[in-house]
């Protein structure tokens, strides 16, 4: 065992394969240890409260690595770092003011400006006035809001302000004056002044400066962090390629034993099933399961399972357990009393490791792709984050056309990178099993 | 050395390089042979003889590590040729091979009669398809099969006509020498013999020379004139048949002749412990000394051939 | 209901017709191949037996019907008294039969080591526990004299020479301690210097052991050494029984004649004279010639008789059983009838 391991690093390409699956492997060990399944799903299911921090549609922070780049991080400013003064007036009424400041230190616009408030109050809410001062002194006033639930005040999206300021909020409110294609660097302020009318009442304001860059994988339509996705991806694509190639070329494996072995009308019957469903086309299938039944990817695996085993695999094993089955040494175990069952798994089925396990692993991608194809078609699991899905996100959202490549590219390129190191082993798997094939030296 | 020989093999080396070494199939091997006559060459299996065969039709695979010596073949140095003027001056022009199990491959999808006559036609020998059938109706006379099967496919031909037809193609292009590489061990006894008398009969009309590699010694008698036995890459003996037949000179030979059962001679059988060595590091000295019951001090050195009665060479320090 | 065998006889053979179909497509019958055409013979308690034939004789067919590979279309095996027809029989059968094949790299399954390999017949027949299965191991490799044992126990059969596999093959054979094994070709494919030891083995350990063998060859020399009696083998039938030293010396039906005078020994003159062969090929199993199998190519063809109807045995001397009706005591005295007048 241990020397057909050796064999097998004597090439370069098991040796990367392997190392290639080692990164996928510690990627879901990471993914499930770090973020548990059930936190996965509620954050990616969560919906835009869970994210409502995040930009839409970010660019990972490393596109800032490209010399000439400067794209602005998200800035986040929390009442607690704001000054406050209070003032009491009569009863339990105060009137208060809060300063969020921050400082830009970047050549770009901020994509969005957005205020938000948690409010807490018995009887009366709070209300508030909201200005804007920027560094060289300018007030501009926003608006004035009763805050009486929990909400968001998007500056950006204000289309009163904007007809107001003649632009969008968030460049004339940070614009340099002299020169308006430019943020004004220096000390931003939003000014928050108001009423507070209940003893307990409290207001907790923050205001979020979004960034155009966010995360190590940047953001999606719905502000999603894309690092959730493409790393519990990873195991999701791993389990499922594993247990389709598994069940598929297990079950291949031993209905051609059982066929070669018991010939006459069994081995017929097999075959006949076999050409039938290798005529059917998975694909229109699995659309039409996916489409009229369930999109659960449980129900998926096992459909392809289904189909993959009376597959091409059948032809090949049989093929195979043809010529094991006159071995001298099978007649010679029915001899000294072998029964069927004995010959079939300890005597033919061994003699079949070394087409399988080459096969196996280079079977795995390509049920990895199925799964992603499935989703891009949109049929992929409603539930689960996986690089399929992310891939549809984008390719319905319009991706390539807004420029927003990172979002395509990274779950492809982490589904090339699974495929290729299943492959590369795959393939060196054969040589180190079948030496007939290994080059002549 | 050119002798007035047909063929005459000097220091013929041949190495294979493997993964774990070269392997020493052929280790100077030197042979000669007259014109019209049948040397036998003799051994076990991995003793290098099959090898030998293809060095001296330059049937060489792709990892060759060694291929040196010289092969005169009618006073010509056939080493020295490029591979273009070998292939087309001296294989199956002039040497031809039956090879090993060669009834099995026989291409199944051609007719015997178009199969036969491949060689002439690549060889430009015939230039018609009608000559070219003449003469392999012709050499199908010589081997004993019937015209009529000139149409007829592999399948529907017995071994033993089939290991006929393979010899029938490496007689049509009328060589002067054809190696047979085990030609009856496939065979049933009566086949055997039949094939036998075939080979006697062209032997004798034809004046034919033979090299014939076999482990099968009581069937080499059959056709041998001369006889050389294999051990280990390495020739250890040769002799005339009638002498090698009747008394081995080397205690190889003389174990392996005792190892033969007889039908009609009463005699004590005997076989030979252990296993010769492996050809990737041969031993030094003497490569038989482990197994052989005659060893004592000097086998430590590998022993030269040495004359024994004026035309006998054995290669073995008891005979200094 | 038993049928008596002879008393004494461990294996008798009845009669035994064994066919195989030919089948189009898998299940349109085109005809049968007739490999076994009515075989009867007693193997007694310790002898050695050889059945010599060439391909198509139907000898190795008939090694495997005795073993219980093939089921006989007609016909009988009675082994130490007891019929041998169902599958329970075949089961207890089994378990003394050993089978030694001709192949001894593609008897030995390549994926297990020597001592699973020496298992697996033990466990198949419950033999437990563990170490009794071990001790049964270690004596048997003792026996075939493959050791040290612990040195071979570990190994597989591509680590092991020839001679040593077949050693391991009869190790198998005989680790059920049967009481008789049949030798298919035992020896063919193993090189001259080896061949003998592996027989000498197998020769030892029916004398040690009391064992029944019968030894399948085409070789007939190495017949003389290891057996007591020859059966001839062609078409399918046997044709000639007799005791080693009586067919060597005198054969008696023409086709065991042409055999012998086809085998060489290595002796020089051979390459002076041509041998006589007898003309022909060997008959079809499908569509097998009328009567004796053999009067296409026989010399001594006697029309009207031979191929009217299959001969019988007849007994031209004590032990020795020919069949054919050169033989034929009523026909003998008209030919010499003939010949007078």
């Known amino acids: ?441 | 050395m050119t002798s007035n020989g047909l063929l005459s093999v000097e220091n013929l080396h041949l190495y294979f390089r493997t993964l774990k070494g070269p392997v020493q199939a052929v280790d100077g091997v030197s042979l000669t042979l007259q014109r019209g006559r049948t040397v036998v060459v003799v051994g076990e299996s991995g003793c290098g003889k099959t090898s030998l065969g293809r060095a001296i039709l330059r049937l060489l695979p792709r990892n060759v590590h060694t291929y040196t010596g010289k092969v005169w073949l009618n006073g010509l140095d056939v080493m020295t040729l490029s591979e273009e003027q070998f292939r087309k001056q001296v294989r199956w022009i002039r040497i031809a091979l039956v090879p090993q199990a060669a009834m099995n491959s026989l291409n199944p999808v051609l007719r015997v009669g178009d199969q036969v006559a491949e060689p002439l036609i690549i060889h430009g020998r015939a230039h018609t398809s009608e000559e070219a059938r003449k003469s392999a109706a012709e050499v199908f006379r010589h081997v004993g099969v019937p015209i009529d099967f000139l149409d007829r496919y592999p399948f529907e031909l017995s071994g033993g006509m089939r290991q006929r037809v393979a010899l029938a193609m490496a007689l049509i292009t009328q060589p002067d020498l054809i190696i047979l590489d085990e030609p009856t061990s496939a065979l049933d006894v009566l086949t055997q013999a039949n094939i036998m008398n075939v080979l006697k009969t062209i032997k004798r009309e034809l004046g034919m020379s033979f090299f014939l590699i076999t482990h099968d010694i009581a069937t080499s008698s059959e056709l041998a004139d001369d006889a050389a036995v294999m051990y280990a890459g390495q020739v250890v003996e040769t002799s005339r048949a009638g002498q090698f037949f009747k008394e081995p000179l080397h205690p190889y030979s003389r174990l392996l002749m005792a190892s033969v059962p007889t039908l009609h001679d009463d005699k004590a059988l005997g076989f030979i412990p252990g296993q010769p060595p492996s050809l990737i590091n041969p031993p030094t000295g003497c490569r038989f000394a482990d197994r052989c019951p005659a060893r004592f001090h000097k086998c430590s050195e590998e022993p030269p051939l040495f004359t024994v009665d004026s035309d006998r060479l054995v290669k073995c320090w008891l005979y200094a | ?341």
């Not at chain 1, 307990?200 to 953001?219: F, H, I, K, N």
């Not at chain 3, 067919?61 to 082994?79: D, M, N, Q």
């Not at chain 3, 093959?169 to 080896?194: F, G, H, N, T, Y």
């Not at chain 3, 057996?227 to 062609?234: K, P, T």
């Open chain 3, 1 to 341: 209901m038993n049928a008596t065998t002879s008393d004494g006889a461990l294996l008798s053979v009845r009669g035994l017709h064994t066919c195989f179909e030919l089948r189009r497509w898998g299940f349109i019958r085109v005809g049968h191949v007739r490999a076994l055409d009515g075989v009867s013979f007693e193997l007694g308690r310790g002898e050695a037996v050889a059945i010599v034939g060439e391909s198509g004789s139907g000898k190795s067919t008939l090694a495997k019907t005795i073993l219980g590979l093939h089921l006989p279309t007609k016909g009988e095996i009675f082994f130490d008294g007891r019929t041998v027809r169902g599958q329970e029989d075949l089961q207890w059968y089994r378990s003394h039969v050993g089978y030694v094949q001709q192949d001894p790299y593609g008897a030995l399954p390549p994926f297990m080591n020597v001592q699973r390999i020496l298992e697996e017949p033990l466990l198949i027949n419950g033999v437990t526990p563990k170490e009794r299965r071990l001790y049964r191991i270690n004596k048997v490799l003792d026996e075939v004299k493959l050791t040290p044992v612990d040195d071979f126990l570990p190994r597989f059969p591509h680590m092991l020479s020839g001679g040593q596999q077949q050693r391991l093959v009869v190790a198998r054979a005989m680790i059920l301690e049967p009481q008789l094994i049949v030798a298919d070709e035992p020896v063919s494919m193993l090189d001259a210097s080896v061949r003998v030891e592996i027989l000498q083995l197998l020769r030892g350990l029916q004398a040690r052991h009391n064992l029944s063998l019968i030894y399948i060859t085409h070789d007939l020399s190495t017949v003389r050494y290891f057996c007591e009696r020859v059966f001839v083998m062609y078409g399918g039938k046997i044709i000639e029984q007799a005791r080693v030293g009586q067919l060597i010396d005198s054969p008696r039906h023409p086709y065991t004649q042409a055999l012998l005078a086809a085998i060489p020994d290595p002796d020089p003159a051979n390459a002076t004279r041509i041998r006589p062969v007898p003309a022909g090929e060997p008959p079809s199993l499908l569509h097998p010639p009328s009567g004796c199998r053999f009067h296409p190519r026989c010399p001594a063809f006697m029309k009207g008789i031979c191929e009217v109807e299959v001969p019988p045995d007849f007994e031209p001397s004590s032990g020795h059983m020919v069949a054919c009706y050169l033989y034929d005591p009523s026909i003998e005295q008209m030919r010499r009838g003939v010949s007078r007048a």
């Open chain 1, 1 to 441: 065992m241990s020397r057909a391991f050796r064999d097998l690093l004597k090439y370069p390409s098991a040796a990367a394969g392997l190392a290639i699956i080692a990164f996928l492997v510690a990627m879901s060990i990471y993914a499930v240890a770090t973020i548990p399944y059930s936190e996965a799903i509620r954050l990616w299911r969560g919906g835009e409260a869970l994210w409502a921090e995040n930009p839409r549609n970010a660019s990972p922070v490393w596109v800032n690595l490209v010399p000439g780049r400067d794209l602005p991080r998200t800035i986040v400013v929390r009442s607690h770092q704001a000054v406050r003064t209070e003032k009491k007036l009569n009863g339990d009424v105060r009137q208060f003011s809060i300063s969020l400041a921050f400082d830009y230190p970047y050549r770009k616009f901020p994509r969005e400006l957005a205020v938000f408030f948690e409010p807490e109050y018995t009887d009366r809410a709070p209300n508030v006035a909201l200005l804007w001062r920027s560094p060289d002194g300018n007030e501009i006033r926003l608006t004035e809001i009763t805050v009486r639930r929990k909400e968001v005040y998007r500056i950006s999206a204000d289309s009163r302000l904007q007809q107001d300021l003649g632009g969008r909020p968030e460049v004339v409110l940070l614009g340099d004056p002299n020169a308006p294609d430019q943020p004004l660097r220096g000390r931003h302020e939003l000014m928050i002044r108001g009423f507070l009318f209940d003893e307990s009442s409290q207001l907790e304001p923050r205001l979020v400066v979004y960034g155009e860059v966010y995360g190590l994988a940047g953001t999606d339509h719905q502000r999603r962090d894309l690092i959730i996705p493409l790393l519990w991806g990873a195991p999701i694509a791993i389990a499922f390629g594993l247990l389709a190639a598994v069940g598929s070329t297990l079950s291949s494996l031993v209905i051609a034993a059982i066929g070669v072995w018991y010939g006459r009308w069994v081995d017929g019957l097999i075959q006949r099933i076999t050409e039938v469903n290798l005529i059917l086309p998975a694909l229109p299938i699995l659309i039409m399961i996916g489409t009229l039944y369930s999109r659960s990817i449980w129900v998926i695996l096992g459909v392809v399972i289904l189909l993959g085993v009376f597959g091409s695999g059948i032809k090949t094993y049989r093929a195979l357990f043809i010529q094991v089955k006159e071995a001298p040494y099978i007649e010679a175990a029915r001899a000294y009393g072998a029964g069927n069952l004995r010959a079939v798994f300890q005597y033919m089925i061994p003699r079949a490791v070394p087409v399988l396990v080459p096969q196996f692993v280079t079977l795995i991608p390509s049920f990895v792709f199925l799964e992603a194809s499935l989703a891009v078609l949109g049929l992929g699991d409603p539930v689960l984050p996986t690089w399929g899905k992310v891939i549809e996100d984008a390719y319905r959202q319009g991706a390539l056309f807004t420029g927003h490549y990172y979002w395509v590219l990274q779950p492809a390129v982490l589904l090339m990178l699974s495929g290729l190191g299943f492959t590369m082993l795959g393939f060196a798997l054969d040589r180190v099993f079948n030496p007939r094939l290994r080059e002549v030296s």
